[in-house]
Nanobody, 114 residues
Framework: QVQLVESGGGLVQPGGSLTLSCAASGSLFSINDMGWYRQALGRQRELVAN??????TMYADAVKGRFTVYRQSRSTVLLQMNRLNPGDTAVYFC?????????WGQGTQVTVSL
């Protein structure tokens, strides 16, 4: 079992920055990829960024050049978000993929508004 806890969400003005943190605990040896998804009101959950066990990263086109995902430690993955715009407003979920299992955090709200 793996538990994921997100933190760092909040309200930010357009053009601002936020850093989200995902702390994993439990059977960390079973985790391969970790990443971030988001779900805006009335929309489907979508991939934002992903980082493999080896450090290979992947980003959605909408966030390329603005967001950076990286591992702070074996158990913590961060999402640095710059030049935020109202279109980035959503609940952000941490995701971890293990062997035959997918884990989700509870989500953290990010709101970009004046």
């Amino acid at each position: 079992q793996v538990q994921l806890v997100e933190s760092g969400g909040g309200l930010v003005q357009p053009g601002g920055s936020l850093t989200l943190s995902c702390a994993a605990s439990g059977s960390l040896f079973s985790i391969n990829d970790m990443g971030w998804y988001r779900q805006a009101l009335g929309r489907q959950r979508e991939l934002v960024a992903n980082i493999s066990r080896r450090g290979v990263t992947m980003y959605a086109d909408a966030v390329k050049g603005r967001f950076t995902v990286y591992r702070q430690s074996r158990s913590t993955v961060l999402l640095q978000m710059n030049r935020l715009n109202p279109g980035d407003t959503a609940v952000y979920f941490c995701n971890a993929v293990g062997v035959g299992r997918t884990y989700w955090g509870q989500g953290t709200q990010v709101t970009v508004s004046l």
